[in-house]
T-cell receptor
């Protein structure tokens, strides 16, 4: 069964450093998402992406965050200058269509630890 | 603002002891309500989508139902392998809004 894959599984970074999280969505999916989950809290929406541009973003997704689809298979989330509060599990998701008739499928996440 | 509240936070069952998990929601027009299963250290795994009040979906020992204010995930004769965190999420019917708003989840433990 096709799946969303994320690398690395765990990233440890010094505060202030840039980090790039990588995702390979399911191959025929057109809509891509990033969510995050701080330990013990809810899964929170960060950004959605379609046709090489951001469709929607949350208040969390400030100027320190950016997303890119550098080629036909990868989807990346970059944090320019990491802060301690960026420590969380980051999940990539993809869907075939925009709305609920095709659900979002999630990867197993990247655990980001900021020291 | 869309909100999802799940209860109880944790539930411990004996194998074979049926129960229900609750998801209450407020949303500006419901496009879809989703149930996901999340195992420790893993991403959410899709279970069901419900679209309108009165709808029901079943998969093995799980059945999801929907009303205008809440959804239930019924677990019939659970097994230890059903132990996981069950997440409820809503998608609102607002323009191009496709984001999911999640609840905190219900951690289910099934003892053999």
């Amino acid at each position: 069964e096709p799946e969303v894959t994320q690398t690395p599984s765990h990233q440890v970074t010094q505060m202030g450093q840039e980090v790039i999280l990588r995702c390979v969505p399911i191959s025929n999916h057109l809509y891509f998402y990033w969510y995050r989950q701080i330990l013990g809290q809810k899964v929170e929406f960060l950004v959605s992406f379609y046709n090489n541009e951001i469709s929607e973003k949350s208040e969390i997704f400030d100027d320190q965050f950016s997303v890119e689809r550098p080629d036909g298979s990868n989807f990346t989330l970059k944090i320019r200058s990491t802060k301690l509060e960026d420590s969380a599990m980051y999940f990539c998701a993809s869907s075939e269509h925009l709305y609920s008739n095709q659900p979002q499928h999630f990867g197993d996440g990247t655990r980001l630890s900021i020291l | 603002e869309d909100q999802v509240t799940q209860s109880p936070e944790a539930l411990r069952l004996q194998e074979g002891e049926s129960s229900s998990l609750n998801c209450s929601y407020t949303v500006s027009g419901l496009r879809g309500l989703f149930w996901y299963r999340q195992d420790p250290g893993k991403g959410p795994e899709f279970l069901f989508t419900l679209y309108s009040a009165g709808e029901e979906k079943e998969k093995e020992r799980l059945k999801a139902t929907l009303t205008k204010k809440e959804s239930f995930l019924h677990i019939t004769a659970p097994k230890p392998e059903d132990s996981a965190t069950y997440l409820c999420a809503v998608q609102a019917y607002t323009g191009a809004n496709s984001k999911l708003t999640f609840g905190k989840g219900i951690t289910l433990s099934v003892r053999p």
